[in-house]
């Protein structure tokens, strides 16, 4: 399901003229996704239904957070919906 939720993502986000790069970085627990898009730049972690981030990913975007950095976790195509209409 979590796969379903990152191509929904992908693709509404496309479809509104945004970029959703997919992260890949040398740390573990870093957040799946960069979106950019309405002229912010933020991060996403996608999670199954119900599922919250594992330990160190919870770290992570603790320290990302207080650094500066927007990151959204979202679980459901839902949540990628209200995402997107905040923008």
């Not at 693709?11 to 627990?29: D, I, N, Y």
């Not at 996608?46 to 992570?60: D, E, Y």
């Not at 957070?65 to 209409?85: H, T």
Request: aromatic share 4%; net charge positive.
């Amino acid at each position: 399901m979590e796969k379903e939720i990152e191509r929904y993502l992908r693709q509404r986000v496309e479809k509104a003229g945004g970029l959703c790069l997919k992260f890949t970085s040398s740390s573990a627990g870093v957040p799946d996704r960069v979106v950019i898009l309405g002229g912010e730049t933020f991060f996403v972690e996608l999670k199954a239904p119900g599922k919250k981030p594992r330990p160190l990913q919870a770290r992570v975007i603790e320290g990302m957070v207080l650094k500066g950095a927007r990151v959204e976790v979202i679980d459901s195509k839902k949540g990628v919906d209200i995402l997107l209409s905040s923008l």
